[in-house]
């Protein structure tokens, strides 16, 4: 099993390619987002009491939007073909566009008639000879800054090819190498869920780790007809109903993103609660699998799916386990 982490693949924050940019930029943005959303639910979590009711409220409501949503906003199925024939980085040429200028200022330089009063132009040729010094050295600054930046766009770019051309060929290790890449499944784990994985042929089966205890609220806020805002614990089925549709949309997402990277035809998700006490118990359990196929995926506008009724559509086969808050599971 492969078990996603940070150090797996180190990338440049810098992508290669127009395109290739434009894939990881929508991930990272989709990341920032999330992020920003769970920073501003943990600081209303830390509040003793709440000052700010409008920041609050919007707060609260953005979170519990959110982790029933994360299908949403997903990437476009990515052209490997056109990231394939993406042109190799040139290296740059080195400029001296600061020393030409200095040196400019040097052959110009006609003494006024105060310089020649105050007997200065010795001193301002001098002047103008160390800016030329000084000319080289942001010169060369510049010049090493390009250079890096280059080394860093020929490392992405050699990267992405190997990639490109492993996908072509069907290769597993490829396979992994672009979601360790673009990182894919940040966003949900932005939220505090944990992802493994493992392949087989033309299939990826993902264990989908989360943790109730952390993500799902065990409050809501309620403002009063004077404005006032409290919290007011969440009943077990409330809590019960966030939880699936948080797993359902987190599975639909994980199916969505990876046949949008790889040519698989199969996406197994296994949900396992780390935390059970929503559910009246403390050991890790599978609460449910759902199998996605491409074509069927293909053809759904999953964006406009908003609650775990629209999902009941879809519903074709599942597995059901002990968990009472699972009577059906999304499969297509």
Same mark, same amino acid.
């Given at each position: ?7 797996t693949?180190?990338?440049s ?12 930029? @929508? ?6 987002r ?12 830390e509040?003793?009491?709440? @000052? ?15 982790? %029933? ?13 056109? &990231? ?7 290296e740059?040429r080195?400029?001296r ?7 400019f200022?040097? %052959? ?5 008639v105060? $310089?020649?009063f105050?007997?200065? /132009? ?9 800016? &030329? ?12 800054l390009?250079?890096?930046r280059?080394?860093?766009d ?6 992405? +090819? ?20 673009? @990182?894919?499944?940040?966003?949900? +784990?932005?939220?505090g $869920? ?5 392949f ?5 089966? /993902? ?10 609220p065990?409050?809501e806020?309620? %403002? ?6 409290y ?7 409330? *809590? %019960?109903?966030?939880?699936?549709n ?7 997402? /994980? ?10 035809? +199969?996406? &197994? ?24 196929d491409?074509?069927t /995926? ?6 406009? &799916?908003e609650?775990?009724?629209d999902?009941?559509?879809?519903? $074709?086969? *599942? ?6 808050a699972f ?6």
């Amino acid at each position: 099993m492969l078990k996603k982490t940070e150090d797996t693949m180190t990338t440049s924050q810098r992508v290669i390619n127009s395109y290739g940019a434009a894939v990881y930029s @929508k991930e990272r943005e989709l990341q920032k987002r999330a992020q920003e959303c769970v920073k501003q639910y943990n600081k209303l979590q830390e509040l003793k009491q709440i @000052k700010n009711p409008h920041e609050a409220l919007a707060a609260w409501k953005s979170y519990v939007t959110n982790i %029933q949503s994360v299908h949403k906003n997903c990437i476009e199925s990515v052209d490997w073909d056109r &990231i394939q024939r993406s042109r190799k980085p040139r290296e740059p040429r080195k400029t001296r566009t600061h020393e030409f200028e200095a040196q400019f200022q040097l %052959q110009n330089y006609t003494p006024s008639v105060l $310089d020649k009063f105050s007997r200065s /132009i010795q001193k301002k040729i001098n002047r103008l000879k160390r800016n &030329i010094d000084l000319a080289k050295i942001k010169d060369r600054e510049e010049n090493d800054l390009r250079y890096g930046r280059f080394l860093d766009d020929l490392r992405n770019w050699e990267v992405l +090819q190997d990639i490109a051309n492993g996908i072509q060929k069907n290769k597993t290790v490829s396979y992994n190498n672009a979601l360790q890449y673009f @990182k894919p499944f940040d966003i949900i +784990q932005e939220y505090g $869920d944990d992802i493994i994985y493992s392949f087989s042929e033309n299939a990826l089966e /993902i264990e989908l780790h989360v943790c109730t205890e952390k993500i799902i609220p065990k409050y809501e806020l309620i %403002q009063s007809e004077s404005g006032k805002v409290y919290k007011r614990m969440l009943t077990t089925s409330k *809590m %019960q109903e966030l939880y699936q549709n948080h797993v359902y949309s987190s599975s639909l997402k /994980i199916a969505r993103e990876v046949f949008a990277y790889l040519p698989l035809k +199969q996406v &197994i998700v296994n949900t396992i609660n780390t935390n059970n006490s929503i559910l009246s118990s403390t050991k890790a359990q599978t609460d449910f699998s759902v199998s996605f196929d491409s074509k069927t /995926i293909g053809k759904l506008n999953t964006d406009e &799916i908003e609650t775990t009724d629209d999902m009941f559509h879809f519903v $074709d086969s *599942m597995q059901e386990n002990s968990s009472p808050a699972f009577n059906v599971a999304l499969s297509a």
